[in-house]
């Protein structure tokens, strides 16, 4: 059974930072690319990151420059840094292997 499981959410202020985890078992981690959307209210799911297997990373334009994302196929897990963190970042974010999404963890940012 495929299991995503993202943490690491929370309330930030502006210009804060969070650290994404997205723990995942019963697949071939290390062959899939990983990616992070997310979600505002009244808003469609965008991406936000990916990472192939190789390594090679992509960014939408709204967050290039503040996440970084990373992975580690010791742990399966996939990670997203969030820097300089703004309001507009406010979202349920998801991890994402191939067709599957975990459960989303919710990210505000509000003083």
């Known amino acids: 059974q495929v299991q995503l499981v993202e943490s690491g959410g929370g309330l930030v202020q502006p210009g804060g930072s969070l650290r994404l985890s997205c723990a995942t078992s019963g697949l071939m981690f290390s062959i899939y690319t990983m990616a992070w959307y997310r979600q505002a209210p009244g808003k469609q799911r965008e991406l936000v990151a990916s990472?192939?297997?190789?390594?090679?990373?992509n960014y939408a334009d709204s967050v290039k420059g503040r996440f970084t994302i990373s992975r580690d196929n010791d742990k399966n897990t996939v990670y997203l840094q969030m820097d300089s963190l703004k309001p507009e970042d406010t979202a349920v974010y998801y991890c994402k292997a191939n067709w599957f999404w975990g459960q989303g963890t919710q990210v505000t940012v509000s003083s």
């Open positions: 990472i192939t297997s190789g390594g090679s990373t």
